[in-house]
Nanobody, 125 residues
Framework: QVQLVESGGGSVQAGGSLTLSCAAF????????MGWFRQAPGKEREGVAV???????SYTDSVKGRFTITQNNAKTTLYLQMNSLKPEDTAMYYC???????????????????WGQGTQVTVSS
């Protein structure tokens, strides 16, 4: 059974940094996608950054140059380094995973089957 467990959220002032972690248990696929999504109150869940089993990454435009998605060497933990945080980054952040498939990893949240419980990130101005 796949289990994803996020940690690292918190409150920070604008311009600050946070690092989110996602520990993956029971995930043994050799070709996969993993990613970070976020959902702010009253808004739809949106993709933030994704990484595939080959290490290719994609980011939503609003976080390019500020956020970095990585994995540890064992590929058991996913990270999201968030720098230069802005109030509009405030949201619940979720880790997600699924098979890579034919169409890559940058796809909607409905196309990811495995989710963590989420971790709150709050950025104050």
């Amino acid at each position: 059974q796949v289990q994803l467990v996020e940690s690292g959220g918190g409150s920070v002032q604008a311009g600050g940094s946070l690092t989110l972690s996602c520990a993956a248990f029971g995930y043994t696929y050799s070709s996969y996608c993993m990613g970070w999504f976020r959902q702010a109150p009253g808004k739809e869940r949106e993709g933030v950054a994704v990484i595939d089993s080959d290490g290719s990454t994609s980011y939503t435009d609003s976080v390019k140059g500020r956020f970095t998605i990585t994995q540890n060497n064992a590929k058991t933990t996913l990270y999201l380094q968030m720098n230069s945080l802005k109030p509009e980054d405030t949201a619940m952040y979720y880790c997600a995973a699924d098979l890579r498939g034919m169409f890559g990893c940058w796809r909607g949240p409905d196309e990811y089957n495995y989710w963590g419980q989420g971790t709150q990130v709050t950025v104050s101005s």
